[in-house]
């Protein structure tokens, strides 16, 4: 076992939160299309309340902090408090597009020795980034800040989200990483906006292209390994839990309120008005996706997909049910397996049910009410 | 003449239970301390010679002999060094050096 899965392990056992996400402002320069943030200033956390937060984060035993946005660097006290983290000797990893990012602050990066850097980045192509980011020059400045902090020593991660607008950049992008000396991921899922909206997650890329995706050896490595059949379903299986989010990590954002992942918004407390491991410990929210194992999950405990499918609660969640399935996630199983899921199959078989009752309506429609034929 | 140890800035670290999770920044390479290596990490403060740090802090909290408690400490803080994520020197380490 890797001493990190080791770690992990114990934390869960412990109820030690790990990792913590922490969002310091929601004010950003750029307006990706796809981003799921409103970035308007509400009353973000002062410095002051955010060391606060950090010190009973340390006592509470969070070993990785992801200071993230918005956009990190338009807090003017952003330095402050990376300094704060890194002397509470936190793993530090900082989210932020770069284009802030000149000589003096690669090199401030670099002397508080900061775990790494992950760096948005839709295309090698400036007509593509800008267009996503709507901030035209964007991929120029992203670029100027992710060379100066790989040559200031700073390991830097390019993070790509992979939607319909820049489907046949990615190779393009993870050159453009390899050159810079960055690390480079991709994430093919498109969050819907955290106040439950919806409407972005069209942006992202088909059922189609997604199988092509996870057949480019070149971004999964083994095909045949990535692409394989389900695991057998066993109770071991049944037992698992559905990811860290609530167990050994959460989120906190810039007002304070803290949620089991930046993409499960479920509200569990605030920090403004309890203590960070009051709220760890005895929010009945996190309480209650801590009682969750995979046996537990409606739909998704007898699909096939179950051992092996990357279901997020926290899309689950959004889409009206935690123990419920994450259409996303359900889609990526069939992307990758060609065996559609259980929700998949159910769902077919109810539009197929609903032809029907329309086919029926059809027929019967010149001789029902006006409010019976809305009802059908 | 004993030596005196310091914890790099480079790293992170977090006691988890009773060990210490270290993390070094130069590669992200994870260690992991028992519980003596912890209390010698969290007595590790630049200024105290390392032979004191046994006696006073190791030998108080474990039942272990000095001679071989202090072979022990040496080896472990020889092996961290060598990783860099503990600055090692016959002198006291200002701040600014770890």
């Known amino acids: 076992m890797s001493l990190m899965r080791e770690m992990n392990n114990r934390a869960l056992q412990l109820g030690v939160p790990l990792s913590v996400q922490l969002d310091v402002t929601y004010r950003c320069n750029e307006r990706c299309v796809h981003c799921y943030l409103d970035h308007r200033d509400y009353g973000e956390m002062s410095t002051a309340e955010i060391k606060d937060l950090m010190r009973q984060m340390a006592e509470a035993g969070v070993f990785f902090l992801v200071l993230s946005g918005g956009e990190v660097f338009l807090r003017t006290d952003f330095f402050e408090l990376l300094e704060y983290a890194r002397a509470l000797s936190f793993c530090v990893k900082v989210k932020t597009n770069a284009f802030m990012v000149g000589e003096r602050e690669a090199a401030r990066l670099a002397r508080l020795h900061i775990d790494s850097v992950q760096v948005s980045v839709y295309s090698h192509r400036p007509e593509i980034h800008d267009a996503i980011t709507k901030l035209p020059g964007s991929l120029k400045r992203t670029l100027t800040g992710i060379r100066l902090l790989r040559s200031h020593g700073v390991k830097v991660i390019l993070a790509n989200v992979l939607m319909q607008q820049n489907l046949n950049d990615y190779a393009g992008v993870k050159a453009l990483a390899r050159e810079c000396g960055a690390e480079y991921t991709i994430d093919p899922t498109i969050t819907p906006m955290m106040d439950g909206d919806r409407g972005i997650v069209q942006l992202g890329i088909g059922a189609s292209d997604l199988e092509n995706v996870f057949r480019d050896p070149g971004l999964v490595g083994n095909v045949e390994e990535f692409c394989k059949p389900p695991v057998a379903v066993d109770d071991d299986v049944l037992d698992e839990l559905p990811c860290s989010a609530g167990h050994t990590a959460c989120y906190v954002s810039p007002y304070g309120d803290l949620y089991p992942c930046v993409q499960f918004p479920l509200p569990s407390g605030n920090v403004r008005k309890q203590t960070f491991l009051d709220i760890w410990r005895n929010s009945t929210q996190l309480q209650e996706v801590r009682s969750i194992h995979a046996r537990d999950l409606e739909g998704c405990s007898e699909c096939w997909h179950v051992g092996s499918c990357t279901r997020c609660p926290g899309l689950a969640y959004m889409e009206g049910n935690m123990r419920g399935p994450s259409s996303a996630d359900c889609e990526k199983s069939f992307a990758r397996t060609g065996i559609p899921s259980l929700n998949m199959r159910r769902k077919a078989a109810a539009r197929d049910s609903l032809v029907q009752i329309q086919g029926f309506a059809e027929v019967l429609g010149s001789q029902m009410s006006a409010p019976c034929r809305e009802a059908v | 003449m004993s030596a005196y140890i310091a914890r790099s800035s480079a790293v992170a670290a977090r006691?988890?239970?009773?060990?210490?999770?270290?993390?070094?920044?130069?590669?992200?390479?994870?260690?992991?301390?028992?519980?003596?290596?912890?209390?010698?990490?969290?007595?590790?403060?630049?200024?105290?010679?390392?032979?004191?740090?046994?006696?006073?802090?190791?030998?108080?909290?474990?039942?272990?002999?000095?001679?071989?408690?202090?072979?022990?400490?040496?080896?472990?803080?020889?092996?961290?060094?060598?990783?860099?994520?503990?600055?090692?020197?016959?002198?006291?380490?200002?701040?600014?050096?770890?």
């Open chain 2, 15 to 98: 006691k988890l239970g009773s060990d210490m999770i270290i993390m070094s920044a130069r590669d992200s390479s994870l260690f992991d301390l028992n519980d003596v290596g912890c209390v010698i990490w969290e007595a590790a403060d630049g200024v105290t010679p390392l032979d004191e740090i046994v006696r006073n802090v190791v030998c108080a909290e474990f039942d272990v002999a000095p001679e071989e408690a202090l072979q022990d400490a040496r080896e472990l803080v020889r092996e961290m060094a060598s990783f860099g994520i503990m600055v090692v020197s016959d002198q006291p380490i200002a701040p600014e050096a770890q």
